[in-house]
């Protein structure tokens, strides 16, 4: 399994920008699809962008399509999640992932970062 370390998180005002950043460890990130998922409380994690393994292929969320965009920078294994045009329901806990497998579902991953906590004000 590789281990994830996010951060990046933070207090924003509606409407700012942050980016979040998931550290790898090991040398298989490559192998690995990347996800972003958030959870806010009182509701079930959900599903917000993931990423191919070679990188030219992402999804969005439509909450998030247009505002948000994922990355990832093979030589740091490393995957961000940059976030324009926040608003308050985009507050929640914010999960990085890795899978064998590309898709929106949480149970294609199998690894899981302790999570960054992303609060937008009114």
């Known amino acids: 399994q590789v281990q994830l370390v996010e951060s990046g998180g933070g207090l924003v005002q509606g409407g700012g920008s942050l980016r979040l950043s998931c550290a790898a460890s090991?040398?298989?990130?490559?192998?690995?699809?990347m996800g972003w998922f958030r959870q806010a409380p009182g509701k079930e994690r959900e599903f917000v962008s993931a990423?191919?393994?070679?990188?030219?292929?992402?999804l969005y969320a439509d909450s998030v399509k247009g505002r948000f965009t994922i990355s990832r920078d093979a030589a740091k294994n490393t995957v961000y999640l940059q976030m324009n045009s926040l608003k308050p329901e985009d507050t929640a806990v914010y999960y990085c992932?890795?899978?064998?497998?590309?898709?929106?579902?949480?149970?294609?991953?199998?690894?899981w970062g302790q999570g960054t906590q992303v609060t937008v004000s009114s």
């Open positions: 990423i191919r393994r070679s990188g030219g292929v992402t």
């Open positions: 090991g040398r298989t990130f490559s192998s690995y699809a």
């Open positions: 992932a890795a899978g064998g497998v590309f898709s929106g579902r949480k149970l294609d991953y199998g690894s």
